[in-house]
């Protein structure tokens, strides 16, 4: 069983920045392959795809809305995957989720929510205009 644990959310104005970071609590993050993912779902919405990176690092794909402002990252040494957010806008104000996907073989990006195997709790990220 694989538990992810999200911090780093919390209130912001328009233009600042925040660093989301996710803790996964299983001793075999890097051997098990995981491509890593952040979703987020604002009020009344449905979750979308944010960024997500591949299990060695590699590979990086961004959401079209964050691209230029957000940097996905991994240390798979200590087990984290943080979000780097930049030039934050109320547009951003949602729950942010990370995602495990256990890919096996493939070293490469994973957008889509449904091949994802498990999620995190979230921490609320609100930017204020």
């Known amino acids: 069983q694989v538990q992810l644990v999200e911090s780093g959310g919390g209130l912001v104005q328009a233009g600042g920045s925040l660093r989301l970071s996710c803790a996964a609590s299983?001793?075999?993050?890097?051997?098990?392959?995981?491509?890593m993912g952040w979703f987020r779902q604002a009020p009344g919405k449905e979750r979308e795809f944010v960024a997500g990176?591949?299990?060695?690092?590699?590979?990086?794909g961004y959401a079209d809305y964050v691209k230029g402002r957000f940097t996905i990252s991994r240390d798979n040494a200590k087990k984290t995957v943080d979000l780097q957010m930049n030039s934050l806008k109320p547009e951003d104000t949602a729950v942010y989720y990370c995602?495990?996907?256990?890919?096996?073989?493939?070293?490469?990006?994973?957008?889509?929510?449904?091949?994802?195997?498990?999620w995190g709790q979230g921490t609320q990220v609100t930017v204020s205009s």
């Open positions: 299983v001793s075999t993050f890097a051997s098990s392959r995981f491509a």
């Open positions: 995602a495990a996907d256990r890919t096996y073989y493939s070293d490469t990006v994973t957008r889509s929510q449904d091949e994802y195997d498990y």
């Open positions: 990176i591949s299990w060695s690092g590699g590979s990086t």
